[in-house]
């Protein structure tokens, strides 16, 4: 790659004293202009190990570990079981480039998901925000108290749904209806009928049982809450 980087100003966020374990590394760097981040999207593809995440001339980089990862790959495998027992669809496009070139905002979030409307981008190989709805849901893992705040992003990109998942408990957020800040929710957007926020007790399951054995626990607890909603 031939661009050089701003230096550092804030170099290494590995939360290390918050919480127990390192689960990403992070690098925040400043005065980084929006052709930087683009040619920097270009130049490294979509193969990178690192995400990427931009906004007012901040550039963060984000590398995941295992403990990172981890979650997010079940998460999906969840997220699958839920939509099979619903009996809907979805389309899962894990760490999506996603821009607002007007703004000059962007990132890669941990995973995404269409699922109200993924009818609308059903075999769309080239999704443009500008013609596309962005995902419905958007799951992100941050561990670091230190990490670049990312709503500002979401909020330019008209994401309506965010998962945050911190310490091994879930945040559920809304955009608002003036499409102007996210507000903490206590249902789902996606799967208002469901618990959602039990998802994490089946993250920390699968580390004990298996990961399939979770996803297979997940599905009777969803056949469960169903019975008992048709009962009312």
């Known amino acids: 790659m031939t661009t050089a980087l701003p230096k550092t100003n804030a170099a290494l966020s590995t939360a290390t004293s918050a919480a127990p374990l390192t689960t990403e590394i992070r690098v925040l760097l400043e005065g980084v202009s929006w052709e930087t981040f683009e040619q920097l999207l270009e ?3 979509d193969q990178r190990h690192q995400r990427f995440a931009y906004r007012d001339g901040l550039l963060e980089i984000m590398v995941p570990l295992a403990g990172h990862e981890e979650p997010i790959r079940l998460f999906d ?3 699958a079981a839920i939509i099979d027992e619903l009996e809907l669809e979805f389309r899962s496009l894990g760490s999506l480039t996603m821009k607002n070139p007007k703004q000059k905002k962007g990132l890669e979030p941990d995973c995404c998901f269409y699922i109200q409307n993924e009818a609308v981008v059903r075999g769309v190989d080239a999704l443009d925000f500008e013609v596309h709805p962005p995902p419905d849901l958007v799951i992100e893992v941050d561990n670091s108290n230190s990490s670049l705040n990312k709503f500002p992003i979401y909020t330019a990109l008209k994401v309506p749904e ?5 310490y091994g408990s879930m945040t ?4 608002n209806a003036e499409q102007s800040e996210y507000k903490t929710q206590d249902k789902s957007l996606a799967f208002s009928q469901l618990p959602v926020q039990e998802l994490p007790q089946f993250v920390e399951q699968a580390k004990k049982i298996g990961q399939r054995a979770a996803v297979r626990e997940l599905a009777k607890r969803v056949r469960q809450v169903l019975a008992d909603l048709a009962k009312d």
């Open 43 to 45: 130049e490294t593809g």
């Open 77 to 79: 495998q969840l997220l």
């Open 162 to 166: 965010i998962w945050r998942l911190r």
């Open 172 to 175: 559920i957020y809304h955009l």
